[in-house]
């Protein structure tokens, strides 16, 4: 890619742990995805299945009803040039959305460790995959937070196997996510991002989702909604650390901060 990619979250849920990323009807998602285009969104994440810590797993079908309905209304707002994702841990919904609503790219939290046909589903669609690093589940993640040695080679370590594995299995468009908030403390994600650079001994495009974490607010003393500044911060940090794509809820102020960082690393 030409320069630094800026992918907006859509949350077709009602649970989000960002309260003002959630949006649930065709109208409210098309009008939030035309939004996020304008201000510079290159891609559009789209999730009907929240992955907070602690969240309830949604089922199948009801997963699957929610994006019908998202990816449509996305679809149909933005036309067919603009990237969508698919945010889903299931191989079922990752096939179903590529072959029956044209989403270009799977999001998979749980880097296949959810869903043992997905890898497998993925190297049947010849789609890009995005792989993160998490452990457990959504509920149980924030327990499994005890690593064998510095947290960042660990993460870099289980990333490049798994990477590996992917590339066996044909799958060459792969994107590593190390999963900031998955299955890592405070401290942890901070020790990953001084360390963001590390990651790209894995050959392939490195995406971040920082994005009114809760590793921003316990530094800040604030809340998800107060965390835009703190956001942007840490997106500038990555972005000079070499980040691919940055995933966000407010795509404006992350497409200003990597327009930035890109005038400030092209000065002569």
């Not at 749980?110 to 046909?117: E, H, I, Y």
Request: glycine letters at 6%; aromatic letters at 4%.
């Amino acid at each position: 890619m030409a320069h630094p990619w800026v992918m907006g979250i859509l949350n077709a849920t009602p649970d989000s742990f960002y309260s003002d990323s959630r949006v649930m009807d065709a109208e409210a998602i098309a009008e939030r995805a035309l939004a996020m285009v304008a201000d510079g969104a290159d891609i559009l994440d789209i999730g009907a299945c929240s992955t907070r810590p602690g969240a309830e797993n949604v089922g199948l079908a009801e997963e699957v009803k929610r994006l019908d309905v998202a990816v449509r209304a996305v679809r149909a707002a933005v036309g067919p040039s603009v990237v969508i994702s698919v945010d889903t841990f299931r191989a079922q919904v990752a096939k179903h959305c590529v072959e029956e609503l044209g989403v270009d790219i799977v999001n998979d939290i749980s880097g296949g460790d959810l869903d043992p046909l997905m890898h497998n589903t993925i190297a049947q669609l010849q789609v890009p995959y995005i792989v993160m690093h998490t452990r457990g589940t959504p509920a149980t993640m924030q327990q499994l937070t005890n690593y064998d040695g510095d947290v960042a080679a660990v993460v870099l370590e289980e990333l490049a196997r798994k990477i590996d594995t992917l590339h066996q299995l044909g799958i060459n468009d792969v994107i590593a996510d190390p999963g900031f908030g998955f299955a890592k403390t405070v401290e942890q994600n901070y020790r990953l991002l001084s360390h963001l650079e590390a990651f790209h001994a894995l050959d392939v495009p490195l995406l971040v989702g920082l994005s009114r974490k809760s590793m921003i607010q316990r530094v800040l003393n604030c809340t998800a909604a107060a965390a835009l500044n703190g956001t942007t911060v840490v997106n500038t940090i990555a972005l000079m650390k070499g980040a691919h794509i940055v995933r966000v809820h407010d795509v404006k102020a992350a497409a200003e901060a990597r327009d930035l960082v890109i005038a400030a690393q092209t000065a002569n």
